[in-house]
């Protein structure tokens, strides 16, 4: 396995579910993310991690919940979401946090649909 | 308000034709910008980068010009290829907010044949 993986590709969950989404980078960086990404709308940011610790949390609703077991693995933990939170989910990783020419890869993403 | 605008939803092109993708920005901070490309079921890739203290940056058939004056760039496309065929998203960053990632809603390309 190469590059960035995601897990699972889809899912479909009620707005009473606990649901998790996983992300892990084969690259060897030390900074990974969380993005979402609606219909038609730009990437928006929501966690950054770096070398294992939440260096930014852009004001995203607490039931999201990140997880960073290590500089490989990200999680994204899922309780109680609401429909418009529907979107694509999309980890990447990146050498570091804070340069300003770290290429970020990006994984395939994970839609998720709230009924 | 969104700082990274790409006004054009989407382009169609003749194949073998230039391609030219725009993107505006109204932060002045904004020190680094990227272009990346996305197909249908995967995550965008990184295409080219150009970084504010130069204008013009190329790698192949693409070329970004960057406009500080107007706070615009564009992505030229020369000769388009139905494997250009995608969506292609302009990103923006500054040193003063760590360099995260500012970016545009994507303009779908379409290459014709």
């Known amino acids: 396995e190469t590059g960035v993986t995601q897990t699972p590709r889809h899912l479909v969950m009620g707005m009473t579910n606990k649901k998790s989404l996983k992300c892990e980078q084969h690259l060897g960086h030390n900074a990974m993310y969380w993005y979402k990404q609606s219909a038609k709308k730009p990437l928006e940011l929501m966690f950054v991690y770096s070398l294992e610790e939440r260096v930014e949390n852009n004001s995203v609703p607490s039931r999201f919940s990140p997880e960073c077991p290590n500089s490989s693995h990200l999680f994204l933990h899922l309780h109680t979401l609401q429909p418009e939170d529907s979107a694509l989910y999309l980890c990447?990783?990146?050498?570091?946090?804070?340069?300003?020419?770290?290429?970020?890869?990006f994984g395939p993403g994970t839609r998720l649909t709230v009924l | 308000d969104q700082q990274v605008k790409q006004n054009s939803p989407s382009l169609s092109v003749q194949e073998g034709r230039i391609s030219i993708l725009n993107c505006d920005y109204t932060n002045s901070m904004f020190d680094y910008f990227l272009w990346y490309k996305k197909y249908p079921a995967e995550g965008p890739t990184f295409l080219i980068s150009?970084?504010?203290i130069k204008d013009k940056n190329e790698d192949g058939r693409f070329t970004v010009f960057l406009n500080k004056s107007a706070k615009h760039l564009s992505l030229h496309i020369v000769p388009s290829q139905p494997g250009d065929s995608a969506v292609y998203f302009c990103?923006?960053?500054?040193?003063?907010?760590?360099?995260?990632?500012?970016w545009g809603a994507g303009t779908k390309l379409i290459i014709k044949p």
């Open positions: 150009i970084s504010s």
């Open positions: 990103a923006a960053s500054a040193e003063d907010s760590n360099y995260q990632l500012i």
């Open positions: 990447a990783s990146s050498p570091s946090s804070g340069g300003g020419e770290d290429t970020q890869y």
